[in-house]
C-alpha cells in the first residue's frame, strides 16, 4: 500500500505564532481520523494538503507528489468539505453540485448527471430543486458532502462533517461516512474534536496538540497498548490509611488520580501488576478494598493520557458491578 501523504519538519507561523511546529508524519491509504482540540492545527493541515496555504518549511507530498509543485493537479484527486457552510444562497441543490463538478473539470451533462446520482444517494431526491438557503443544517452537510464527492475524488477531506447536526443527523453522517470509508482504493481524512466519530469511522488516528503530533498510528494498535486502568473503592479504619494506601500504590510503580468522592481513584498500572497487589496494600495498610474495575479502553482515554490532560478527566464514581465484594483486612 503507498503513502497517501508524507511530511517531513513542517513549520507553519501565522506572524510569530507556530501553527505547525516540526510536524514529521506518514500515513498510508485508509481511513484516517485527525483529532484535536481547537487551534491544535488540525485546520491548518487540511489546508497546506489541499495547496491552498504555503506553508513556512518542510516539504509535503500527496500521493507520493509534492504539494508546492503539484497543488493544482493534486487538488483535482481531491474532494473537500470545509468546515463553514460555503453554499451558495440562489442555487439549488442539483445547481450547487453540478457547478461543483465543472470547477473539477468535468462536462455539464456527466456534472449533472452526477449530481442527481448522489442527492438520490444521499437522500436528498426531494430537496433537489430547492434552494439552498431553504435547508436544513442536516441536509446542508448532506449537499456539501455531494459536492466534495461529484468528481470521484480519490481523497476526500471533511473538516468537522458532523458540527451543528443534531443527535439523529449526526447519526446519519457516520452512517455516510463509514461507507465511504470501506471504498476499495479511496481514502478519507476526518478532522473532528469528537473522539467517538473518529472510533466509529477510521481505522487509524492523529492526535494533534499546539501545533505538534502527539501520536499517530491504527487505531486498534493504539489501544492495544495502553497501559492497564482499574476504578477502585475503599473503606478506610483511620484518617491516616487513606493516605498510607495511596502512598504504597504509587511507591509500587502505579499512577494514581484520586476522585473527588473519598474514598475512590483512578489507578494506571503496567502488564506486570498483579489484581492482587491492590489486596495485599490495602490490607498492610488497613483499608477494605471494596471495588476494583477495569476501565475501558477507548480514543478518549487514549487521548487523554497522550495530551496529558489530566484536568479533564472524568471523576471515578461509584462502580456499579465491582468486581469484587467486601474483604476484611
Known amino acids: 500500500m503507498s ?3 508524507e511530511i517531513d519538519s513542517l513549520v507553519h507561523r501565522y506572524g510569530s505564532i507556530f501553527a505547525l511546529n516540526e510536524v514529521s508524519l506518514s500515513v498510508d491509504q485508509g481511513s484516517i481520523g485527525l483529532v484535536g482540540q481547537n487551534g ?3 485546520s491548518t493541515l487540511i489546508k497546506i494538503l489541499l495547496g491552498l496555504l504555503k506553508h513556512t518549511n518542510g516539504t509535503v507530498k ?3 507528489s509534492d504539494i508546492s509543485q503539484h497543488s493544482v493537479g493534486l487538488r483535482g484527486r481531491i474532494g473537500y468539505m470545509p468546515e463553514r457552510e460555503g453554499i451558495i444562497p440562489g442555487l439549488n441543490g442539483i445547481e450547487y453540485v453540478g457547478l461543483s463538478g465543472e470547477l473539477n473539470g468535468m462536462s455539464r451533462k456527466i456534472a449533472l448527471r452526477r449530481a442527481h446520482e448522489l442527492l438520490s444517494q444521499l437522500g436528498l431526491d426531494e430537496a433537489r430543486y430547492r434552494r439552498l438557503e431553504n435547508y436544513s443544517a442536516g441536509m446542508i452537510q448532506r449537499i456539501k458532502l455531494a459536492a466534495t464527492l461529484v468528481h470521484d475524488p480519490d481523497l476526500i477531506l471533511l473538516d468537522e462533517p458532523t458540527s451543528g447536526l443534531d443527535p ?3 447519526a446519519a453522517m457516520l452512517a455516510l461516512l463509514k461507507s465511504l470509508a470501506q471504498r476499495p482504493g479511496k481514502s478519507l481524512l476526518f478532522s473532528t474534536h469528537l473522539l467517538g466519530d473518529i472510533e466509529h469511522v477510521c481505522n487509524h488516528a492523529i492526535i494533534m496538540e499546539k501545533g505538534k503530533i502527539a501520536a499517530s498510528g491504527a487505531l486498534d494498535l493504539m489501544l492495544e497498548s495502553q497501559l492497564n486502568t482499574f476504578l477502585i473503592r475503599w473503606k478506610n479504619k483511620n484518617s491516616s490509611s487513606n493516605d498510607v494506601y495511596l502512598a504504597a500504590l504509587k511507591q509500587s510503580g502505579a499512577e494514581v488520580s ?3 468522592e ?5 489507578v494506571v498500572v503496567t502488564d506486570a501488576w498483579s489484581k492482587q497487589q491492590f489486596f495485599k496494600l490495602a490490607k498492610e495498610a488497613h483499608v477494605t478494598l471494596i471495588g476494583l474495575e477495569p476501565e475501558e479502553i477507548d480514543l478518549r482515554t487514549v487521548y487523554q493520557r497522550v495530551v496529558g490532560y489530566k ?3 472524568p471523576p471515578v464514581i461509584s462502580l456499579k458491578k465491582p468486581e469484587v465484594s467486601e474483604v476484611n483486612s
Open 3 to 5: 503513502h497517501l501523504f
Open 40 to 42: 491544535a492545527g488540525k
Open 62 to 64: 500527496v500521493f507520493g
Open 168 to 170: 439523529d443527523g449526526r
Open 258 to 260: 484520586l476522585s473527588e
Open 262 to 266: 473519598f474514598g475512590q481513584a483512578r
Open 311 to 313: 484536568k479533564n478527566l
